[in-house]
C-alpha cells in the first residue's frame, strides 16, 4: 500500500517553475506513525516556512527534512511531522549565504555538517556548515578560468567530487549561434586544489540570434550523469548509451554496465514541431520583446545535433541497486523507470507520470507537476523490498 505525502507552493514565474525540480525524502517510519494524514511541508498557511520554488529536498542525518527553496535561497528545515523549525542560507554575498539559488544542490557530511553548492552564476565554492546553521568554512576550488559548481559529492579526508560547468563558447551556423557547453567531473582535495579529472565533455546545448547571450536551451542533448560509489569509483553516462561506465578517479575506465535499456533513436520532424510550438506558447505571449529579439531563432533549428537520449536520471538506492529513469514520452507524458543490479540485470520497472522518482530507506520519493505547470514533490511509503518497491509504484 502507498501513503502519499506531498510538498507544494505557489506558482512562481513560468520560466523559473519550468526549471524547477523536486523531490521530497521523508523521516523514519518510527517518526511518521505519529502522522496519519498526508505531510506537507511548506504550504500556504505556513507562512515564514512556506515553499515558493522548493527544488530539493532531503532527509537530515538528524531525522529533519531540509527543503531548498530558490525562492528565496534558502534550506528550510521542517520536524519529521512537518512542522517549520527554521532555516539556513538566504541571498547575499558573504560566505553561508547564496549568490544565486537557482540550479544549487546540498548534501550531508556525516551526522553534522551540511553543505551547498551553487550553480553557473553562482559561488564558485562550496559551504560547508553546521546543521544548526553555523558556518564551519568554504572550500574553494583552485580553478584559473570563470565556472560554476553544479553539483558535489564529499570524499573521505575532505575533498570532494565535483561537477564544474564552465563559460559556453558560441559558435556562427549560418543564421544563428549555438553554444558548447563544456562540463567535468573532477576530484578536489580539502584545500581545493584539482587532483584529477575524471571525464570532461564539451556537447552544444543551446541556441541565440547573438553570439554573446539570448539563449535558447536546446532538447535532446546529451546530459551529465554521474553517482559516486565504494571503493573510489563513479559511474558516468551522458545518456545516450545503454552502457554505465564505471571510472576510477583517475578517468580510467574499470568497466561498463550493460543496462538492456534500448538505444537511442533519431529525432523525427514531429519532435522538433512539438518543442518549437511549446516552446512559443511559453514565451512569444508573455516576454514578446525577448521572443521577437532572441527567441525565434528556435524556428531555424530543423535539423538536430543528437538522437533522443535514453536516460534522464541515475539513482543509487539504500541497497545499492541503480534506479534508471527514462526521459518521458512525448506523447504520453509517461516516464519508465529501470531497477537493476550491478551486472545490469532488470529487478523490477514500471511507467508512471511521476518524475525523479527515487527510493530512500523508507520511502518511494518523486515529484509530479501539474497542467499549470506548479511542481509538487510526494514521498510514499513503500514495501521493504527495494524490487516490490518500484514494481508496485503507479
Known amino acids: 500500500m502507498l501513503i ?106 556525516g551526522k553534522d555538517r551540511i553543505y551547498f553548492a551553487e550553480y553557473y552564476g553562482g559561488h564558485h565554492w562550496l559551504t560547508i556548515m553546521k546543521l544548526n546553521g553555523d558556518l564551519v568554512r568554504v572550500l574553494s576550488p583552485q580553478l584559473d578560468v570563470a565556472f560554476g559548481v553544479a553539483a558535489a559529492s564529499p570524499l573521505r579526508g575532505g575533498g570532494f567530487l565535483v561537477q564544474f560547468v564552465f563559460t559556453a563558447v558560441s559558435h556562427a551556423k549560418g543564421s544563428y549561434f549555438l553554444y558548447d557547453h563544456p562540463r567535468s567531473l573532477a576530484c578536489v582535495d580539502s584545500l581545493g586544489a584539482v587532483v584529477s579529472t575524471i571525464v570532461k565533455t564539451n556537447d552544444t546545448s543551446s541556441i541565440s540570434t547573438h553570439p554573446d547571450g539570448g539563449t535558447t536551451n536546446l532538447p535532446f542533448t546529451p546530459g551529465f550523469h554521474w553517482l559516486p560509489l565504494d571503493d573510489d569509483e563513479v559511474i558516468w553516462t551522458d545518456g545516450m548509451s545503454p552502457r554505465l561506465r564505471v571510472l576510477d578517479h583517475t578517468g580510467r575506465l574499470v568497466r561498463e ?45 530543423d535539423k538536430p545535433l543528437y538522437d533522443k537520449p535514453i536516460i534522464e536520471r541515475i539513482s543509487r538506492t539504500p541497497g545499492g541497486l541503480l534506479l534508471i529513469e527514462g526521459p518521458p514520452d512525448s506523447g504520453s507524458a509517461l516516464s519508465s523507470y529501470r531497477l537493476i543490479n550491478d551486472r545490469g540485470e532488470i529487478l523490477a520497472r514500471t511507467t508512471t507520470l511521476a518524475r525523479g522518482l527515487h527510493l530512500s530507506a523508507h520511502y518511494v520519493l518523486y515529484f509530479t507537476t501539474d497542467e499549470d505547470g506548479a511542481v509538487s514533490a510526494h514521498a510514499a511509503v513503500r514495501a521493504a523490498d527495494e524490487a516490490a518497491a518500484v514494481a508496485q509504484f503507479r
Open 257 to 301: 554496465i550493460e543496462t538492456h535499456l534500448p538505444g537511442p533513436v533519431p529525432v523525427s520532424s514531429q519532435d522538433l514541431g512539438r518543442w518549437r510550438a511549446e516552446r512559443k506558447e511559453l514565451m512569444a505571449s508573455r516576454y514578446p520583446d525577448w521572443w521577437n529579439r532572441y527567441g525565434r531563432v528556435i524556428e531555424s533549428y
Open 4 to 109: 502519499p505525502f506531498s510538498i507544494s507552493g505557489p506558482m512562481r514565474s513560468i520560466v523559473i517553475i519550468a526549471l524547477a525540480t523536486a523531490v521530497l525524502l521523508v523521516p523514519p517510519a518510527s517518526a511518521i506513525a505519529a502522522s496519519a494524514a498526508p505531510l506537507v511541508l511548506g504550504g500556504e498557511d505556513e507562512q515564514e516556512g512556506m515553499l515558493l520554488s522548493p527544488e530539493q529536498v532531503e532527509e537530515g542525518p538528524d531525522g529533519n527534512l531540509y527543503v531548498l527553496d530558490t525562492g528565496d535561497a534558502t534550506i528550510k528545515v521542517y520536524g519529521p511531522t512537518g512542522e517549520y523549525r527554521y532555516r539556513l542560507g538566504g541571498e547575499g554575498e558573504g560566505p553561508g549565504r547564496f549568490q544565486r539559488a537557482d540550479g544549487a544542490s546540498f548534501g550531508f557530511i
